[in-house]
């Protein structure tokens, strides 16, 4: 068991899936479905074996050595969580999409989609790493451009572009790493061997903000999530800006704790606008997918705001976030999609008293909606107190801004769902019939159980988040 | 020494007396297969990768080719390169440089309609400055001192300094450096493509690979004089040749200009010469150049013989009428965007690296940004093969099964310079 055939099988497999199979051929939903199950199984045994220090090697393949050009793989405990945590994802998006249209080539890209974030997650060659970094968008390209709403095209391909323009940046840094240091590999450079680090820095740092995506680099997402089908917008929210927290996290934090110390005031005050900015948005936003897709960038702010810690606290208070922002965000875009699906409009105005039509539906939105504004009991209350307490800790008390922000949360979370779920019931619900696929239904409930439990429970996770940061030299923030 | 040249030149002779029968195309491809195998044994350790992807490449084309006139000259082109590749001392360099104008040339004018002389006279004006300026050059380089029997250096007296950068002139108006790059947009739209395929596929990075060889130990040398100079004018290329190539409505004319901001990417290599990544950065860029833009033409050629499809308009939805040719072209056009898994990304990679190693971060930034720039218009192409709804089935004009394994030859050639990297790297 070495990794590589998670990252390279799973390419082929989609090739050929897509080019032998066509149309609402089944087979490419059982191979993917196969094919994630291998993955979470995967991911779960790599805990077992990882050393208390250090890296779990997995091999070096493909060397080239003048150019220290080597496909490394190894894992520690941040990327083993990040791999689980994408696996259960990919199995929940599959089940979600169970009865997409066109499914042969839907499912092939998710495949390939799978392989190359693998690849993304295990891969600590700085090139490899960029490869697979930016194979990641061409199945999102396709997967936003065929299956997308109204303008989906435009949607598609200004997230190409932009996210494309921004990894010109990373590739940049990640080229005068390798010249100043002679390294290859960013488990080994240390912040000491840079020339240049504060350049490297910035060009990394405008790189992971767009991915994240932080404020002023955001203007992709809303287009991206409002456009893709519901079950990509989840594959969005939570994979992709999950790769660029992990992203920002080894390569910025870890990798240079000096740098990222003398400018935690930028990453804290453009975290503290991300969450303020998106809040506001979503507020304002009468377009339920739109509301959902600037309450995700505004959890991200979250996250933001507990990276720039810089400790140890910080970091496992973000890396909870992360979690929980997947399992949130990914109900309340399934459902914004079925209600879209059933009513045919984005339009708040045009829903209302679902929860008498489809109650089973409309509790799990609750639910993940109280998640989002972070009700104790949930992932959210968690994921947010921790950031808060972490917060104060490094910056002192006026950090209870951030709590200011959950509350802008509970001004449009309990607003959407006065409009949406409860309220009168509107004409168009009233003839409309919510009737939801078994197997969809069930992703949705699994979702839901995961926000309950882990927020019930928080150190199921943090016995393993803990850890994650402890091997690292972490200078912590102060202003 | 040569023993693959004199092969594909002698049965580039006799494949005259084979034209109109069916023996002469298995008998071009023999001729390529014997000079593998020639060159696999005989040829100079440096460009011998090159050289067998040179007729790897070659291979495909004749494959592809239906022309009768056309395979002889693809065999002779291939003679040329290898001469051209080979070549050590300078005088050989300008000879085989020259043939290789002139075999291009003699390509271009078969001409059967008016916008295909059009291009063939633009190119035959071009070819003929270029020479006139290569000969400048040499007379200048010959007149301080210099030897023509011997590698290229400067170091008698500033004549051959000045006659050096006076054949570098030459060599970008081959290369299609602004502003030396009228020509090559209208040449390589309005020729066939399938030689269009030959000149901005083959023939430049052949060139490129050779002067690269010749003129690195000279602008070693220069780099003071040099470097300001080639950085400028391959800025100018690689940002004009893709402003250029947006919204281009004609494919043909799209994949020029995009030919033309990969030259200036390719020049970049030339102000990296200090840097012992160049070499490697030129030879793995035009590796996987001449594998996508030769393929991405041969495409346009199928896609203008059998579906008579020009523009981008007529494009759209074409993943549901013919979904391999789609999957294909789009492979080649998303490596030559440099998405990676594909060698168009490493390529331009290493090459790129070669130029932060010589200490011009910001030369690369501005390069980065344009190739990023470029994703624009090969991400819209597949937007209309794939996004796009297919208003009418195309009918379906010739048999295309030997062209669809020469793409499937080439995209090999893609995905496998994609992954691995160990062999430009010689290990």
Known sequence: MSGIELIFTPIAVSAFLALFFRGDNALSKYVALAIFTYMLNFSIALFAQLPSEGYLQLGTFLNVEKFNFALTLQVDMLSSIMLTLTSILLILVAL??????????????????????????????????????????????????????????????????????????????????????????????????????????????????????????????????????????????????????????????IMLPETSQKYAWVILTLGLI?????????????????????????????VVVAISTLSYSGLSAALYEMIGHAFIIAPLFLIAGFFHSKTGSWQMEDMGGIMQKAPYVSAIFVLAGLGALGLPGTMGFVGELSILISSIKSFGLWMVIVALGSMLGAGYIIWTLRRVVYGEMSEVVKSTKFSMNTIEFIALAVFALFIILFGLFPNLLFEYINPAFSQFNLLGGAL | MITAFYILFAFGLFSIVLHRTFLLKPFALLGLGLSFVYTLSGASENVKLFELIVEIVLFAVVLHESDEISITQTLFIGAASILLLESKSLLSFVIAFESLSLISVILVSQIKTKDQAEGAVKMFIASALATGILF??????????????????????????????????????????????????????????????????????????????????????????????????ALITMTLGNFLALFRENLAQMLSYSSIAHAGYMILAFVAVQSEYAKDGILYMSIAYIFMQSAAFLVLDILRKSYKIRNLKELSGFSKQSPLLAALFSIQLLSLAGIPLLAGFLGKAVLFYAVVDAGLWWVVLIALLNSALSVAYYAWVIKSIYFDALDTQKVYFANIRSSVMAQIILVAGTLYFGIFAGLVFGT
């Open chain 1, 96 to 253: 979600s999409s169970w009865s997409m249209k066109k499914q042969s080539l839907y499912f092939s890209l998710l495949i390939m989609f799978s392989g190359a974030i693998f690849g993304v997650f295990m891969s600590t060659n700085f090139l490899w790493f960029f490869i697979f970094w930016e194979l990641t968008l061409v199945p999102m390209y396709f997967l936003v451009g065929i299956w997308g709403a109204e303008r989906r095209v435009y949607a598609a391909v200004k997230f190409f572009l932009y996210t494309h323009v921004a990894s010109m940046f990373i590739l940049l840094a990640f080229f005068l790493i390798y010249k100043e240091s002679g390294v290859f590999d960013m488990t080994l450079v240390k912040e000491g061997m840079l020339l240049s680090p504060v350049l490297i820095w910035w060009l990394l740092f405008i790189g992971f903000a767009v991915k994240m995506p932080i404020f002023p680099f955001h203007t992709w997402l809303p287009d991206a999530h409002v456009q893709a089908p519901a079950p990509v917008s989840v594959l969005l929210a939570g994979v992709l800006l999950k790769m660029g927290a992990y992203a920002m996290i080894r390569m910025v934090i």
């Open chain 1, 274 to 302: 991300t969450m303020f900015y998106s809040a506001f948005m979503a507020i304002y936003e009468t377009h339920l997918k739109k509301m959902v897709a600037y309450s995700s960038i505004s959890h991200m702010g979250l």
């Open chain 2, 136 to 233: 400048l050059g040499l007379s200048f380089y010959v007149m301080g001192g210099g030897v023509l029997l011997e590698p290229l250096k400067a170091e008698n007296s500033m004549f051959e300094t000045i006659g050096v950068f006076i054949m570098l002139i030459a060599l970008f108006y081959k290369l299609t450096i602004v502003p030396f790059h009228g020509w090559a947009a209208d040449t390589y739209a309005k020729v066939s493509h399938s030689h269009a395929a030959l000149l901005s596929g083959v023939a430049k990075t052949v060139v490129v690979i050779a002067s690269f060889n010749i003129f690195a130990p000279f602008l070693a040398e220069n780099l003071d004089f040099a470097n300001p100079l080639i950085i400028t004018v």
